[in-house]
């Protein structure tokens, strides 16, 4: 299929506007890549570049190794998919899903066919002859998929092709969305704005920011091991815990980890030590999600952050702990403490065996 790099891509509006700040980004042949980001991160203008729609003001856009940036849009084979579907209101949904054919000169029996195996595989086979107008959204979109698809495209790009759609759809097309991609092997480069649509499609998500790119890598890579605090703060729901340490490396092979007012002494060969002791003498920021940190009663001995709950919030699924840990306040994940342990406003402290999961980053680096 179609292989896309971006090396070094910058966009500068007339204005003045840095949309894309030095870009590079490599997607692999019939990778499903996400790119994520708040509004106005830079994230539609890429996709405007990959397919010829916008130029870059430097840099390359490559396809198939070569470089793209003068290539016409026609000429790419790519397929693209917009929030608002933009289907012709006044032709039939099989005219719709068979228009690009059409287009190409492919006659009216084989289009045909084509136009009926897609909508099949999208089943919406028996709606070919209604118009736009008489479809609810998933169906709109579901026209609007198979005309991109129709083509059989190199490349898809869609631009939040879900959003004007109610939750309970959305979840059910973005499963159906990243099963017919994967089935074609088309290489796909899907933007949104919604990282749980990010998280449970893409093989690797790539977070913007402010035009630059922020991190890449796998849901799981970039969930659990995030590459800048900005991401740390971003991705997840609750947000990853962040606070201030300090790191002490000991002669005599100890680590101390001073989080606020409490100092952890961590043995050399726990996880923890081997995972800060090169930041010896510095302050760092230690990134902890509520779920990876585990309440222990009150008498647990070894090395163990103490905290009073100030309340908690349920949530049906799981149950969120919310913690003063001297001036810091953090969440926990309270499903595995004891239940008459867990009582909001409760005096007596409690103790943490997992204290940190991973280290994102210096103090004071810019967010
Ligand atoms: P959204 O999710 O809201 O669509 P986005 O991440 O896709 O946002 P872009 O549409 O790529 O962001 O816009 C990136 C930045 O470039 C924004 O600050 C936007 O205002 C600006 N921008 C986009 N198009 C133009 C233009 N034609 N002229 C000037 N600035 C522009």
């Known amino acids: 299929m179609t292989t896309v790099a971006l090396k070094d891509v910058t966009k500068v509006f007339p204005d003045g506007t840095i949309a894309v700040d030095n870009v590079s980004l490599d997607v692999v ?30 840099g390359a856009v490559m396809l198939d190794g070569e470089v793209a940036n003068d290539l016409p849009p026609r000429d790419r084979k790519i397929a693209m998919v917009f929030q608002d579907f933009a289907l ?62 129709v ?46 649509e990010a998280l449970t499609m893409a093989d690797r998500v790539a977070i913007m920011r402010k035009g630059v790119l922020q991190d890449v890598g796998t849901p799981t890579q970039v969930y659990g091991r995030p590459a800048t605090l900005y991401v740390a703060a971003f991705l997840g729901s609750p947000r990853m815990n962040l606070l201030e340490a300090s790191v002490y490396v000991h002669l005599d092979r100890y680590v101390t980890l001073t989080l606020g007012d409490q100092a952890l ?57 919310f913690l003063d840990i001297g001036a810091t306040a953090i969440m926990v994940d309270e499903m595995s403490a004891p239940a008459d342990d867990a009582v909001p406003g409760q005096r007596g402290l409690r103790r943490f065996g997992q204290v940190m999961s991973r280290l994102t980053g210096r103090a004071g680096e810019p967010e």
């Open 29 to 58: 042949d019939g990778e499903f890549m996400v790119l994520l980001g708040p509004s106005g991160c830079g994230k539609s203008t890429v996709l405007r570049m990959i397919a010829g729609l916008a130029e870059p003001t430097s």
């Open 151 to 196: 083509r059989r495209p190199g490349l898809f790009l869609m631009d939040e092709p879900l959003s004007n759609l109610d939750s309970g759809l959305r979840a059910e097309l973005r499963a159906e969305i990243s099963a017919l991609t994967r089935e074609l092997g088309v290489t796909t480069i899907y933007v949104t704005h919604d990282q749980a």
């Open 265 to 321: 002494y961590l043995p050399w060969d726990d996880i923890r030590s081997r995972a800060v002791a090169h930041y010896h003498g510095e302050r760092i920021v230690v990134g902890m999600r509520a779920e990876a940190l585990t309440p222990v009663a009150p008498d647990t001995p070894g090395d163990v952050l103490q905290g009073r709950v100030r309340y908690l919030e349920h949530h049906g699924h799981e149950s969120l702990a």
């Open 88 to 149: 012709y209101p006044h032709m039939s949904v099989g005219d719709n899903i068979g228009f690009p054919l059409k287009l190409s000169g492919v006659e009216p029996v084989p289009r045909g066919e084509r136009v009926q195996d897609v909508a099949s595989a999208l089943g919406i086979g028996d709606v070919l002859g209604r118009k736009p107008s008489q479809l609810s959204g998933g169906q709109r979109q579901r026209v609007a998929m198979g005309r991109a698809i």
